[in-house]
């Protein structure tokens, strides 16, 4: 089947170290969008890619950067990380060749742990 | 800018009986919603979809939702429920060339 793929599902670093967290879509989709999402909230928007066009969310801090080297992968890297970005990180995907109105699929998520 | 609320945070209700989960949203243009559950450790699951047309709208497990217009609401609801349907739902809505708006999410509890 068809799917968005996150690694790993789980995920433990050391405050400050460096952390790169990984998506792979067999969708073909040209939309992918990483969420951030903390226990009992609603998921909250880093940044998206529309094909190659990289998308900030204002309030994203300088901290999280993401790469897609192809329209199959995108990353999540976090230069380094405090105990404020353990949080589930969720990576979703969206065609817009059907129109803005097509939902996003997401993966199962990694949930990040900082010690 | 258009925005979400979810009244209710978490909803407790017995197996087999009907549950509601409201959603109601603000925005000067047309919209487009969805619902979506989340169980434990896991993404989000697309439920349902309203683009245009028919304002109820069937999803998967059972579960309908209506589009009401003039209340701004999309409420989720399901006559019958199962202790399986124990998640987090969220209420979604966009609009042409932007991003998605989530609500706050609520919980639901089936009971046994």
């Known amino acids: 089947d068809a799917m968005v793929i996150q690694n790993p599902r789980y995920q433990v670093t050391q405050f400050g170290k460096p952390v790169t967290l990984s998506c792979s879509q067999t969708l073909n989709h040209n939309v992918m969008y990483w969420y951030q999402q903390k226990s009992s909230q609603a998921p909250k928007l880093l940044f998206h890619y529309y094909d190659k066009d990289f998308n900030n969310e204002a309030d994203t801090p300088d901290n999280f950067q993401s790469r897609r080297p192809n329209t199959s992968f995108c990353f999540l890297d976090i230069r380094s990380p405090g105990l404020g970005d353990a949080a589930m990180y969720l990576c979703a995907t969206r065609s817009s060749g059907e129109g803005y109105n097509q939902p996003q699929h997401f993966g199962d998520g990694t949930r990040l742990s900082i010690l | 800018a258009q925005s979400v609320t979810q009244l209710d945070s978490q909803v407790p209700v017995f197996e087999e009986a009907p549950v509601e989960l409201r959603c109601n949203y603000s925005s000067s243009v047309s919209v487009y919603l969805f619902w979506y559950v989340q169980y434990p450790n896991q993404g989000l699951q697309l439920l349902l979809k309203?683009?245009?047309?028919?304002?109820l709208v069937k999803g998967i497990n059972g579960f309908e939702a209506e589009f009401n217009k003039s209340q701004t609401s999309f409420h989720l609801r399901k006559p019958s429920v199962h202790i399986s349907d124990t998640a987090e739902y969220f209420c979604?809505?966009?609009?042409?060339?932007?991003?998605?708006?989530f609500g706050p999410g609520t919980r639901l509890s089936v009971l046994p």
């Open positions: 979604a809505v966009t609009v042409y060339g932007q991003n998605f708006v």
């Open positions: 309203y683009l245009s047309g028919s304002t």
